[in-house]
């Protein structure tokens, strides 16, 4: 049950490869280069899901001014949502908005 725990700290994203660090301010739960995240949590936070399938961000929507990652599990189909964090790759995100609309 390690892998969860490090979520919260940081880790290797299973997309990019690349090594995400903690965020700091509140848990970490999608990879800001790509946007990948996995689905591990029921409720955001709460790490009790055992899917465990990647999550794929499919769109973007506005809630309040704040920008919002649409994810779909590429193992069960469930769709998720989750805030942007503040180092997330902007680029990223205008290209997964743009693949949501066209
Ligand atoms: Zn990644
Ligand atoms: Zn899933």
Same mark, same amino acid.
């Given at each position: 049950?390690?892998?969860?725990? #490090?979520?919260?700290? &940081?880790?290797? /994203?299973? *997309?990019?490869?690349? @090594?995400?660090?903690?965020? &700091?301010? =509140? $848990?970490?739960? +999608?990879?800001? +280069? /790509?946007?990948?995240?996995? +689905?591990?949590? %029921? *409720?955001? &936070?709460?790490?009790?899901? =055992? ?11 506005? @809630? @309040?001014?704040?920008?919002? %990652?649409?994810?779909?599990? !590429? #193992? /069960? &189909? @469930?769709? =998720?949502? *989750? #805030?942007?964090? %503040?180092?997330?790759?902007? $680029? !990223? %995100?205008?290209?997964?908005?743009? *693949?949501? #609309?066209?």
């Amino acid at each position: 049950m390690k892998n969860f725990k #490090k979520l919260d700290e &940081g880790f290797v /994203c299973l *997309n990019c490869g690349k @090594k995400v660090e903690p965020l &700091g301010y =509140t $848990s970490r739960n +999608h990879c800001p +280069h /790509c946007l990948y995240s996995l +689905h591990v949590d %029921i *409720n955001p &936070g709460d790490r009790a899901n =055992t899917c465990l399938g990647l999550l794929k961000p499919v769109g973007i929507e506005t @809630k @309040k001014g704040e920008y919002v %990652i649409i994810f779909r599990c !590429q #193992k /069960c &189909g @469930k769709e =998720t949502r *989750n #805030k942007v964090a %503040i180092d997330d790759d902007y $680029s !990223q %995100i205008l290209k997964v908005s743009t *693949n949501g #609309k066209l």
